[in-house]
């Protein structure tokens, strides 16, 4: 069973900057891909990045630039700094622990399986 905390969430104004935290647990954790997903109003979820054992990152292409995925050893912490936030940005993100890591096609045409957090806010007006 994994558990999955997400923290830093929080209004902004364009071009402004967040970083959102999640705190793992639970059982093979490791072996997981660890990224971060969005759900805006009216609209379904998306990947926006992820990162493999390896260290590798994916991100959807809108994000490229911008937003930046790390985590600390032992993957136990996972990070999202966004920055030049606009207002397309504005959803509610989650932490993400999926099956497998998507490829740089499949970041933005699908979903991904696997679990979620609860969510954090993100507005940018």
């Known amino acids: 069973h994994v558990q999955l905390v997400e923290s830093g969430g929080g209004s902004v104004q364009t071009g402004g900057s967040l970083r959102l935290s999640c705190e793992l647990s639970?059982?093979?954790?490791?072996?997981?891909?660890m990224g971060w997903t969005r759900q805006a109003p009216g609209k379904g979820r998306e990947q926006v990045a992820f990162i493999d054992s390896d260290g590798k990152t994916i991100y959807r292409d809108t994000v490229k630039g911008r937003f930046t995925i790390s985590q600390e050893a032992r993957k136990f912490t996972l990070y999202l700094q966004m920055d030049n936030l606009k207002p397309e940005d504005t959803a509610m993100y989650y932490c993400a622990a999926h099956y497998r890591c998507p490829t740089e096609a499949e970041v933005t045409t699908q979903t991904g399986l696997g679990y979620w957090g609860q969510g954090t806010q993100v507005t940018v007006s």
């Open positions: 639970g059982d093979r954790i490791v072996n997981y891909c």
